[in-house]
């Protein structure tokens, strides 16, 4: 199964690669999280230029899409050709969005009527969508997933492998990433905050 | 302060990026983390190719050095070329290693005498360099510290920014990064982890 993960100019190095390494990991059943960029190249909020690793509209084949975050999210939701592109359908996708990703979620118009989670800065501007802020690191309803604070975004790649995957195989991709004594901690908190969307 | 975070072929994004991100957050005073690789472009173990922001002397000169990790770190210490680029000296630099950078660190001779912390894939060859290896996720002595465990990288980052900033500062960093709803808990257990380090 194949996940797109959006990365933008400007992007938060955190929220694209903690999810893009973590579905990496899956290997039964084979999860390949592709970064894609809606240009040949990227450069990150801190400067650091990356490679696409498929044009835009792999997002719309893609059985999976996390949705990055980054410094220029409010001016992305304004680009209207780029944004036409991201057809996302969440009826055979499982969609997440990290932090301010959830920006893009509600310009879809995919968390319309529902609760979402975000960061603290992205937070008055979900709002302002007419969204209801959650004072949590994730919430999901059906296939459609928001985090908030940038280490969330490990709920949120625990979350899509579960879904695509099976909790076992994301249960075990936490313990291989946990910091070295803390696994079954670890471990632990992800279960808490995922049961109630699993 | 400068800091290179050195990022080789086959690197996990996961180690660079996590330890990047949280250092390039402190402004006061401005902590400038840059992505070092030997070559103007790697890729990473998923395929991402990024570009090098500093050339590899760039690690002489810089306040901080953080080994990041990877797929082919084995191979990398028998570079000796490279190696010997790598002329780190911790009287005047805070060096810290996530993961398999313990490699790198065993390899300059930066790790005698003392225990280190990383992974479980990496734990048997760095006790065949004749180094006990920790279950936890941290350990310091002096300037010279290591992680294990991909997300153990937020400690080392916290460290290195408390060693440069001071702890309010990293704190500030952790509170900021770490998941909704869970922001205080994560700063209590990177000061329960890092406070023997202080």
Known sequence: MRIAVLTFEGFNELDSFIASAMLNRVKQPALK?????????VASMNGVVVHTQAPLAFAREADAVIVGSG???REIVRDAALMGE???????????????????????GL????PACTDMTTKPWVQEAGIEVLNQPFV???????AGGCL??????????????????????VHYVAPVGQKDEYVERARTALAPYL
Chains 1, 2 share one sequence.
Request: glycine share 8%; with cysteine.
């Open 33 to 41: 999280a592709l970064i894609v960029c809606p240009t040949a190249q």
């Open 86 to 108: 991201l057809r996302l359908d969440p009826k055979r996708q499982i969609i997440g969005a990290q932090c301010s990703g959830a920006l893009v979620l509600a310009k879809l």
């Open 71 to 73: 410094v220029k999210t």
């Open 152 to 173: 969330g975004s490990h709920y949120l790649a625990a979350w899509t492998i579960a879904r695509l995957a099976g909790w076992r195989a994301a249960e075990a991709v």
């Open 140 to 146: 999901a309803h059906g296939n459609v997933a928001t």
């Open 111 to 114: 968390l319309a009527g529902v």
